[in-house]
């Protein structure tokens, strides 16, 4: 098993660019969520899915979409890209919603 | 995360030396997670904790849940280079449906 698969692992963007970070896992796991991550400021819900078909938004959704046409991929599009998020992206996968989470090895983002 | 409190928020021990770190939820816990994290890579799956009192240990590291499930701590002992990182952790509420909120992380140096 490969388990949480990212890419890029590093993308630099400038300021109004689009980009979609892709995020897959083959653990057939129903829950899968992006976080960012920035110094001092532990990891933040960007949006989650409780299966596919089903997305939902978490702590800071703006400025990103999602979508789940699989069980396997969740990717995450930046709409505009702004210098406010250049950070480090992590997509994360469970099986049930009360279980420990599996990450991604994340993606650096740079937008100038 | 305002919900979830971490302290402290860095630590440099000398090796040898034992050291705890604090997770304090603004709220009843369903579950409380503790993740390390090395630099520049993902996060990865320590404990797990669920019942009021509960208490787990993985080699050198010992992770509590106090009765009330509203504190937990984690502590190492005999501290090696090896541990250095930053550790998260991250909580499940009844009604989270899915989603988890992360404290914001402890970065623990290691002096040899």
């Known amino acids: 098993n490969a388990g949480v698969t990212q890419t890029p692992k590093f993308q630099v963007l400038k300021t109004g660019q689009s980009m979609t970070l892709q995020c897959a896992q083959d653990m057939n796991h129903e829950y899968m969520s992006w976080y960012r991550q920035d110094p001092g400021m532990g990891l933040r819900l960007i949006h989650y899915?409780?299966?596919?078909?089903?997305?939902d938004q978490g702590e800071v959704p703006n400025g990103y979409n999602v979508s789940r046409s699989t069980t396997e991929d969740f990717p995450l599009r930046l709409l505009s890209a702004a210098p406010s998020q250049t950070s480090v992206y992590f997509c994360a996968s469970r099986l049930d919603r009360f279980d420990e989470q599996f990450f991604g090895p994340g993606t650096r983002l740079t937008v100038l | 995360s305002q919900e979830l409190e971490q302290s402290p928020q860095s630590l440099i021990v000398q090796e040898g030396k034992n050291l705890t770190i604090n997770c304090t939820s603004s709220k009843t816990l369903y579950g409380l997670y503790w993740y390390k994290q090395k630099y520049g890579e993902g996060l990865i799956f320590l404990m797990m904790?669920?019942?009021?009192?509960e208490e787990k240990s993985h080699e050198k590291i010992t992770a509590k849940l106090d009765e009330k499930k509203q504190q937990s701590s984690l502590h190492i002992t005999a501290s090696q280079p090896s541990h250095a990182g930053i550790y998260l952790c991250?909580?499940?509420?009844?009604?989270?449906?899915?989603?988890?909120?992360f404290g914001d992380g402890t970065t623990l140096t290691v002096k040899p």
């Open positions: 899915s409780v299966g596919a078909g089903i997305t």
């Open positions: 904790l669920q019942k009021g009192g």
């Open positions: 991250g909580a499940d509420y009844n009604t989270n449906a899915g989603k988890s909120t």
